[in-house]
């Protein structure tokens, strides 16, 4: 069975992880008025795919395994893929059902779709000789340098809070079930996947194995876009619109960048990296691979007006 497409533009949303909370209780109240703002673009005709990010829930997941695993002795250890599938499950299923009892009370005939998704990366992504994400527990340095002999891991020393597991942060290559989502998107279907950048993997000989690492879910989200030829990729965080001397007296709020101008910014130093500057750079990565598209930054509460063109900051080719 299917359901009517809206008539409007289709829209990968990426939610930032300010729409969901630090906890599952948090996080349950936080989607119910994310869902809200998703379901008034639904109404309005927009065909929606929804991505997130998982940071604070995968680390949730890792930490409690790790403190388990060290406390009871019985309790595996998780492995980080199995962890940030895990991270899709939990949060997918919570924004999918808030997302179709919103639909419900507004009596729209759509259903929604949740989709554990892998992305291939690459094995020779430079990324892999130097990571840089921390994942997990805090541990002592004797802790780490045995878990490190152990597993083979990665650890480093975190701003002076004891050693963490590293791992990389490689680029996306291709969404595995990149098929799926479009013909449930073909057929009416409002889909959350990609969550957390999805599920790293790597591809040899036509097989698919998991690899610890993290996947920027904003590029994630762009790769998504680009792929489907989206008229529209739009990334959800904490403000309206993207500000150039953030903080500063002359700072400025922007309403529309060209790529060019982006770049000239990100040369500037203008975006502070970890925060504005990934989101930056996916909406340059789909404009530029997709021209007659065009990427809005604006925060949660501001969406459906931002595709209205009444606010935001759109960026163009």
Not at 110 to 124: E, N
Not at 140 to 153: H, I, L, N, Q
């Amino acid at each position: 069975m299917g359901y009517k497409k809206g008539s409007g533009p289709s829209v990968v949303i990426a939610l930032g992880g300010n729409a969901l909370g630090n906890t599952p209780q948090e996080q349950l109240e936080l989607v119910k008025n994310t869902a809200k703002h998703i379901v008034d673009m639904v109404e309005d005709g927009v065909n929606v795919i929804v991505s997130h990010g998982n940071g604070p829930q995968v680390g949730m997941i890792n930490n409690a395994f790790a403190y388990a695993s060290a406390n009871d002795g019985k309790t595996p250890e998780m492995p980080f893929p199995e962890a940030g599938a895990m991270s899709q499950g939990y949060i997918g299923y919570q924004l999918s059902q808030a997302i179709l009892n919103d639909l419900r009370e507004r009596n729209i005939d759509r259903s929604t779709a949740c989709i554990v998704t892998q992305t291939v990366v690459d094995p020779d992504d430079p990324a892999f000789q130097n990571p840089t994400k921390p994942v997990g527990a805090f541990l002592s340095e004797e802790e780490a340098k045995a878990k490190a002999d152990e597993t083979g891991w990665t650890f480093k020393e975190d701003a002076g809070r004891g050693w963490r597991q590293v791992v990389a942060s490689p680029k996306p290559v291709r969404i595995v079930e990149f098929d799926a989502i479009k013909d449930l998107m073909d057929n009416g279907y409002i889909v959350v996947s990609t969550g957390g950048g999805g599920v790293p993997v790597f591809e040899i000989d036509g097989h698919y194995e998991g690899v610890p690492a993290v996947i920027d879910k904003d590029r994630s989200s762009s790769k998504l876009a680009s792929d489907f030829g989206a008229d529209m990729l739009v990334i959800l965080t904490a403000v309206e619109k993207v500000c150039i001397n953030f903080g500063k007296p002359d700072q400025e709020e922007l309403s529309t960048m060209t790529v060019a101008e982006a770049r000239k910014y990100i040369e500037e130093g203008q975006f502070a990296p970890g925060s504005m500057l990934p989101k930056v750079e996916a909406c340059i990565e789909f404009v530029e691979s997709h021209p007659e598209g065009k990427a809005l930054i604006t925060s949660l509460e501001c969406a459906a007006a931002g595709l209205e063109g009444k606010t935001g900051t759109v960026i163009t080719a």
